[in-house]
């Protein structure tokens, strides 16, 4: 009777231990496949944007740059940020974050965008992700502003006026599954 006893729990424990080696493969399967095509999606996208920055034009308070953009795989809306950064990271893009935006009283400094004529809608978001969903930033809230659906160009002007030793980057961001993943960036 014992014998019998020991052999159903350990049948019993073995199948437990099976459905649970299971069920945790399951999950981390269906998270490896939902990164992939975070990725997958988010690298399609970078590989059909195209930037496009004019000359710099004087104007009283700085100067003003066109940025064109356009996606030849992707019809839809883009969302970027702008903002200075030390010149010295400008061949550095291993360190392409807001962490190193210029800021005063702990507020990044943004230039003036529009696109046409009209300033664009924004959000904010407090995490941001590289194309390989590593994490790009995470802290305070950060403008993100969006494109029109990318179906023809979009002219996006900036009025720019950075401090001495900074120059100006602009991020291109694709929502995808509700992160926020960089899909092409243009110094200026």
Same mark, same amino acid.
Do not use: C
């Given at each position: 009777m014992e014998n019998s006893v020991s052999s159903f729990i !350990?049948?019993?424990?073995? !199948? !437990?231990?099976g459905l649970v080696a299971i069920g945790l493969s399951? &999950?981390?399967? #269906?998270? =490896? *496949?939902?990164?992939?095509?975070? +990725?997958? +999606?988010a690298q399609n996208i970078a590989n059909?944007? *195209?930037?496009? &920055? #004019?000359?710099?034009?004087? &104007?009283?308070?700085?100067y003003t740059v066109f940025i064109t953009i356009k996606d030849f795989s992707y019809q839809g =809306? !883009? *969302?970027?940020?702008?903002?200075?950064?030390? #010149?010295v990271y400008e061949n550095d893009t291993s360190q392409l974050s807001p962490n190193l935006a210029y800021t005063i009283n702990n507020e990044i400094i943004y230039p003036q965008i529009k696109i046409g004529n009209v300033i664009p809608s924004n959000i904010t978001t407090r995490m941001l992700y590289y194309t390989n969903l590593n994490l790009m930033y995470q802290g305070n809230p950060i403008v993100l502003w969006k494109t029109p659906s990318l179906n023809i160009p979009v002219e996006i002007s900036l009025i720019l006026s950075p401090p001495q030793g900074y120059s100006t980057i602009v991020i291109f961001f694709a929502n995808i599954q509700n992160k926020y993943v960089e &899909?092409?960036?243009e110094w200026i």
């Open positions: !350990l049948v019993i424990a073995t !199948l !437990l231990i399951a &999950v981390f399967a #269906s998270n =490896q *496949y939902n990164v992939s095509t975070i +990725q997958n +999606q059909g944007l *195209y930037i496009s &920055v #004019s000359n710099p034009a004087n &104007v009283a308070s700085g =809306q !883009l *969302y970027f940020t702008a903002f200075y950064v030390p #010149s &899909v092409g960036y």
